[in-house]
């Protein structure tokens, strides 16, 4: 495995570039589908209001980080002041208001791990999740915004990665692959770790933003404007990239030993975190710390199963890069685990 990891890479990498932009510029979303759910979100606002006149809705996700396709859902947080102890109550009374505003498939799903209220709007066609108070999801989908503004190449690679894994059936949390979340703090982890670096470690640098959510600190260097020229000096092209990550994580990652952290802008041990062993249902096979939650890693609905799958499907992704004469149609072949 080491040995292919020093392979350098194909010698025609170069002619990847066009088609794999290509696909990522289809996948962008057009401005129309903007415009549409920031209607949706005001319609929102204008009936939360009337009930809660003090709570706040903020946009998360995909719809907000800039790593979100065209057609995706829109995720929503319904932001108290106060804690709620019975958020059952809550989006009950949500989908009952949300019902009689001519609102499709309102659905509470109260005893869910994130419990949310789920609807359709007829007029935008968009579909839409409502949790209640995840500020946390609130700030990170800020975090993810701000590294996207740094360098575009973050925005080009996680966009083919997640195209990638949900082609291939590996983005099903439910079924033990990794959230849209995951992969794209381990896009970001590939492009912290690269000789030169194409982005910094914003939690390491001035804290120019800062809020506690919880009792969770979550500051960093926001002025991201700043950081326009940092990635420059490496001049990789995302070809070459979308290669070196796939390569990084079938033959370069040690799977034993680390853990990626975007907090620390590095590697760390799994020993450092306590992560050596299965602790409940958290095997901890791949590991990859959140950045503000850091005692949560979001490979842990990774099992036995599913870290074959996963670590076959990245050989078979850099492989196909590698030697296979075409490579953007194979790499994307839909395939059902
Ligand atoms: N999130 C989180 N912790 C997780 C999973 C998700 O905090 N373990 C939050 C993040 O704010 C993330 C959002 O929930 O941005 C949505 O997660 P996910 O559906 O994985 O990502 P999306 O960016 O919405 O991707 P997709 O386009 O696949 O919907
Ligand atoms: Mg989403």
Not at 49 to 61: H, S, T, V
Request: with cysteine; hydrophobic share 40%; net charge neutral.
């Amino acid at each position: 495995r080491m040995l292919k990891r020093q392979m350098a890479c194909r010698g025609d990498i170069h002619r990847l570039n066009a088609p794999l932009l290509a696909i990522y510029e289809s996948l962008i979303p057009p401005e129309e589908e903007r415009t549409k759910q920031k209607q949706l979100l005001a319609l929102l606002e204008k009936l939360v209001c009337r009930e809660w006149p003090k709570a706040q809705l903020f946009l998360y996700g995909s719809c907000a980080n800039s790593f979100g396709v065209s057609k995706s859902d829109i995720d929503v947080c319904l932001a108290f002041n106060e804690d709620i102890n019975d958020k059952s109550e809550i989006l009950l009374k949500l989908a009952d208001i949300l019902q009689s505003d001519n609102l499709q498939n309102v659905q509470a799903l109260t005893h869910a791990r994130v419990p949310i209220v789920k609807l359709k709007d007829p007029a935008t066609g968009i579909s839409c999740d409502i949790c209640i108070n995840n500020v946390l999801a609130v700030v990170n989908t800020k975090l993810l915004r701000d590294y996207a503004k740094i360098d575009v190449r973050l925005r080009q690679l996680a966009f083919i990665v997640k195209h990638w894994a949900k082609s291939r059936g590996v983005n099903e949390t439910y079924r033990g692959t990794l959230s849209s979340y995951a992969y794209v703090l381990m896009c970001i982890h590939f492009l912290q770790q690269c000789r030169p670096a194409i982005l910094p470690c914003l939690q390491g640098m001035e804290k120019t933003y800062n809020v506690m959510v919880d009792d969770i600190e979550c500051a960093y260097f926001d002025k991201v404007e700043q950081l326009s020229n940092f990635g420059s000096p490496n001049k990789e092209t995302v070809a070459q990239l979308v290669w070196g990550f796939f390569n990084y994580w079938a033959y370069g990652h040690d799977y034993a030993n680390s853990v990626i952290s975007v907090r620390t802008g590095s590697i760390i041990s799994k020993q450092e975190k306590d992560w050596t062993r299965r602790v409940g249902n958290d095997r901890h096979l791949i590991c990859i710390e959140d950045p503000f939650e850091i005692s949560h890693d979001l490979g842990r609905v990774v099992d036995k199963f599913s870290i074959r799958v996963l670590r076959e499907e990245f050989e078979r992704a850099a492989d196909v890069i590698q030697y296979d004469p075409n490579p953007c149609v194979k790499l994307f072949a839909p395939y059902v685990h």
